[in-house]
């Protein structure tokens, strides 16, 4: 399995961890050489990729601490991971959307946990 990932949040208070879209755009950057490496030695970019905030519109909410990374959904459609899971929105209620299917990347909000059967990478 071919795992990468990025921590942090958008930026709300200029507090430690939080990046604006634009800096954590370019910390996915940082990680395209390598994933180019996976693709030429396993013929895929990666298969799990872990964050701790949410992408733009899947998951996030409307408030400035919980609203998720556009370029998330960049790195989405470009890489295809298999699946993103990603923390920081906390599922109270049992009725929260967990699961969502963007392009071919399964987004999961493992809050405060879940299992993911290794089985389901195979392709």
């Not at 990932?5 to 050489?33: E, F, H, I």
């Not at 970019?45 to 899947?58: E, M």
């Not at 929260?96 to 059967?117: A, C, E, F, K, P």
Request: charged letters at 20%; aromatic letters at 14%; proline letters at 4%.
């Amino acid at each position: 399995m071919l795992f990468a990932g990025v921590s942090g949040s958008l930026c709300y208070n200029q507090g430690l961890n939080q990046y604006t879209d634009a800096q954590m755009k370019w910390k996915l950057l940082r990680l395209v050489p390598r994933l180019i490496y996976n693709k030429l030695r396993y013929g895929r970019y990666l298969d799990i990729f872990v964050t701790h905030a949410s992408p733009a519109g899947i998951h996030d909410r409307p408030d400035p601490c919980h609203q998720g990374f556009k370029c998330f959904l960049w790195f989405m459609k470009r890489f295809k991971p298999r699946f993103l899971l990603h923390g920081h929105i906390h599922l109270y209620d049992l009725q929260d959307i967990r699961v969502s299917q963007y392009h071919d990347t399964t987004v999961i909000n493992v809050y405060s946990h879940y299992i993911l059967d290794t089985g389901e990478l195979d392709r």
